[in-house]
């Protein structure tokens, strides 16, 4: 079974800090997804980034960076010179690639508060 | 195209009440699943389907069924609410890839009390 650790409950910084979310996950799956979500105040799920087992690149997209550390199963999130739009609960989430219905294992998240 | 669709939005139901929550999508996805949402808490799986006709037991699936006649329709059905259920409830899709899977898309939630 795959499980995530997302040990920071709660962040909070000043606008134009960087800040970085942890994310750890467990899984046998030799082959699988790993996906992080942000869930503004708002509610609803926004799609941030999808990243194969394989693919250990580090990928980057304007002020949003990913870290993919396989062999410490981290999938590291920056966000660089945030702003107050930036507020919101940050999931990451593990995803088997190999069985059907390959549904996501959220974590508890991490709230994230910029403040200006 | 609307991607995934959810009706209601909100609703309140008295213990004992049934409701079925409608969710759509227009991209043609395989797979469909429903979620909960608790306050504090990620997102827990509670059925999904991987076709028509289909449908499997997620992690928290008693108290529910749900059925998936149509392949772009996936239906999540309280029979006899409790409290416990109330919850904010997600629909969402996936593509299935030639590698394996693309994107998952949410619906926008629907929010259920139950008093």
């Known amino acids: 079974a795959q499980k995530v650790t997302q040990a920071q409950t709660e962040i909070s910084v000043v606008e134009k800090e960087d800040v970085t979310l942890d994310c750890v996950y467990e899984t046998r799956d030799t082959t699988y997804y790993l996906f992080w979500y942000k869930q503004p105040p708002s509610g609803e799920l926004v799609f941030l980034i999808r990243r194969n087992s394989f693919d250990e690149q580090n990928e980057i997209s304007g002020r949003y960076s990913w870290n993919f550390q396989k062999s410490t199963s981290s999938f590291n999130f920056t966000i660089t010179a945030s702003q107050v739009v930036d507020s919101a609960v940050y999931f990451c989430a593990p995803s088997p690639a190999n069985q059907a219905g390959t549904a996501l294992i959220f974590g508890k998240g991490t709230t994230l508060s910029v403040s200006s | 195209n609307a991607g995934v669709t959810q009706t209601p939005k909100f609703r309140v139901l008295k213990t004992g009440q049934s409701m079925t929550l409608l969710c759509a999508q227009d991209?043609?996805?395989?797979?469909m699943y429903w979620y909960r949402q608790d306050p504090g808490m990620g997102l827990r799986l509670i059925h999904y389907s991987v076709g028509e006709g289909t449908t499997a037991k997620g992690e928290v699936p008693d108290g529910y069924n749900v059925s998936r006649l149509k392949k772009q329709n996936f239906l999540l059905g309280l029979e006899s609410a409790a409290p416990s259920q109330t919850s904010v409830y997600f629909c969402a899709s996936i593509l299935r890839l030639a590698g394996g899977v693309g994107e998952q898309f949410f619906g926008p939630g629907t929010r259920l009390t139950v008093l």
């Open positions: 991209m043609n996805h395989e797979y």
